[in-house]
């Protein structure tokens, strides 16, 4: 069976998340190839969270359909969650125990002989870079020790997918990196990853493709490319301001000088093929703004063109 003809891993269609009155996913659409990393991008509420925990078989679906290995969580949790690998939100590491321990520990949960885990938990390690703090108590390590050692750890069983809940929130930018590398090279190796993320960064350097929700939709789907050729332009000039809002004569001054404006708290972005060229042109209108920035579309701006305000509230 070619790739084109190959199931889906994860397969969603009308897929509704409800919490007494409140509907936290609503009716979403989507399906994960077998190797791919697939994201879903979206501000905190948005539904991303809920989605995962169905996929996870730790929350059932409120309504439509939802496969996960071709499976039916409902009628074959136990057999799905065999086969998955999780990273929560939370690190749910036993802290008084080494980090050798909490492979060996958790490796057992799914009934792997002790010389086998021994093996995985050192390979998985060194992978993960704490081969050298093996025998050390988890507790005084650092946070982005303790996030690698979980992601070994969820690995530990071989999965068919890894759910990465929000993988890199409260890191610094350092650790965040040392991450991002670890979850590229297993992406790289043919791994199947799904994550949730708010940071645009981290969905633009790890997925193939995400799904970008908001207030429990999906509002677009594709790869982080085709989602800024679609959305947004190729540039943009963003304009800072002393003032919380800029000045009110600034959107009749700079008319026609970009495809699209948003007005954000302080900052005014305009929208545009030609970046520099517009920024010349900001200048010879006398626009006197604090700071003057060019740059290339994000993520955050096809958020912004899609639901009107900004991924991250400002």
């Not at 981290?202 to 929700?213: I, K, N, P, T």
């Amino acid at each position: 069976m070619n790739a084109a003809t190959q199931l889906p891993l994860v397969h969603a269609r009308g897929l509704v998340k409800r919490f007494g009155d409140l509907v936290a996913v609503d009716a979403i659409d989507f399906n994960v190839r077998k190797g791919e990393a697939f994201g879903f991008l979206g501000p905190n509420g948005a539904g991303k969270s809920s989605t995962m925990r169905m996929i996870g078989c730790v929350s059932p679906p409120s309504g439509g359909t939802l496969r996960v290995l071709g499976l039916d969580p409902n009628k074959n949790g136990a057999e799905i969650r065999a086969r998955l690998g999780v990273v929560p939100q939370e690190d749910s590491l036993d802290m008084e125990l080494t980090v050798r321990e909490n492979m060996v520990i958790y490796g057992r949960y799914f009934g792997l002989q002790r010389k086998v885990v021994q093996e995985r938990a050192e390979q998985l390690l060194e992978f993960v870079q704490l081969d050298e703090r093996i025998d050390s108590k988890v507790e005084p390590l650092s946070g982005g020790m303790k996030r690698r050692l979980t992601i070994a750890r969820s690995l530990i069983n071989e999965p068919d997918i890894l759910l990465l809940d929000e993988p890199t929130t409260g890191l610094d930018p350092q650790a965040r990196h040392v991450v991002w590398d670890r979850l590229y090279e297993l992406k790289h190796g043919g791994a199947t990853l799904l994550l949730t993320t708010h940071y645009m960064d981290e969905a633009e350097q790890l997925c193939d493709r995400l799904v970008v929700m908001d207030k429990a939709k999906i509002v677009a789907e594709g790869s982080p490319q085709e989602l800024i050729r679609r959305y947004s332009t190729r540039e943009v000039v963003e304009l800072r301001f002393a003032t919380q809002r800029p000045p009110a004569d600034i959107a009749g001054r700079i008319d026609g000088l970009a495809r699209r404006v948003e007005t954000l708290s302080g900052r005014l972005l305009l929208y545009t093929d030609d970046g520099d060229r517009a920024a010349e042109r900001v200048h010879e209108l006398g626009v006197e703004a604090q700071s003057t920035l060019v740059r290339r579309s994000t993520l955050e701006d096809v958020f912004l063109h899609l639901t009107g305000r900004s991924l991250v509230d400002e």
